[in-house]
């Protein structure tokens, strides 16, 4: 089965610090891997995706990933930290194969919600 | 912005009621999909349609159902509200049936008493 897994619900950084989110994801073949930003009672913005090539991916923001093929991880980093950053990131994967004909349809993880301390 | 709006932005119903949502797509693109995000869940992808018809559906009874107009914009009508359809529903759109990134709206929060 498809899936993603976030194993962090909740996690507090300082400004300036740096961060990581993690994320592994099941899929069975190469994934599209993309990761949102959700801001509270907002929809979700792209921060980034990889679909090929290059392993690090950057984003918006100074966020990148890395998706590592041996791990089945995408993890999420920055160097440093700002306060405008706190909100609810997610991890999602792609295109799901259990949903009938459909395509461009993403599964989800459960979310990481970023805490930032001044 | 994204170019992607939903209305309503929020709205209560009572249990056994019946709602819709609307969506009107990015310029240029005719795909929607739609995701239900229960709070603090991640989005679950409902259905999705592609030129008018609907190309594909997740684990959703039936009486969660959608139209897609020529013009590309939809309407999630959901049936006999239940407590559990409390959640923001969101709408994504994108261009044709390979995979294109995705432009999510800001959601309709719905809450069923």
């Known amino acids: 089965a498809q899936s993603v897994t976030q194993p962090d619900i909740h996690i507090t950084v300082s400004e300036g610090a740096s961060l990581e989110l993690r994320c592994n994801y099941s899929y069975g073949a190469t994934p599209y891997l993309f990761w949102y930003v959700q801001s509270p009672g907002q929809g979700l913005q792209l921060l980034l995706k990889?679909?090929?090539?290059?392993?690090l991916v950057q984003g918006i923001k100074g966020f990148e990933a890395e998706f590592k093929r041996s791990q089945s991880s995408f993890n999420l980093r920055k160097p440093s930290v700002h306060w405008s950053d706190a909100a609810e990131y997610f991890c999602a994967v792609g295109p799901a194969r259990d949903y009938g004909g459909a395509t461009n349809k993403l599964i989800f993880g459960t979310g990481t919600l970023l805490a930032v301390q001044p | 912005e994204t170019g992607v709006t939903q209305s309503p932005t929020h709205l209560i119903k009572t249990r056994g009621q019946q709602v819709t949502l609307r969506c009107s797509s990015q310029s240029g693109h005719n795909t929607v999909s739609w995701y239900q995000q229960a709070l603090g869940q991640g989005p679950q992808f409902i259905f999705q349609?592609?030129?008018?018809?609907?190309?594909g559906r997740g684990n959703f009874p039936p009486r969660f159902s959608g139209l897609q107009f020529p013009n590309y914009s939809s309407e999630l009508n959901v049936n006999a509200l239940e407590l559990d359809d409390s959640a923001l529903y969101l709408c994504?759109?994108?261009?044709?049936?390979?995979?294109?990134?995705?432009?999510f709206g800001q959601g309709t929060r719905l809450t069923v008493v």
């Open positions: 994504a759109s994108s261009q044709g049936q390979g995979y294109t990134e995705a432009f």
């Open positions: 990889y679909f090929s090539g290059d392993t």
């Open positions: 349609y592609y030129r008018e018809e609907e190309n």
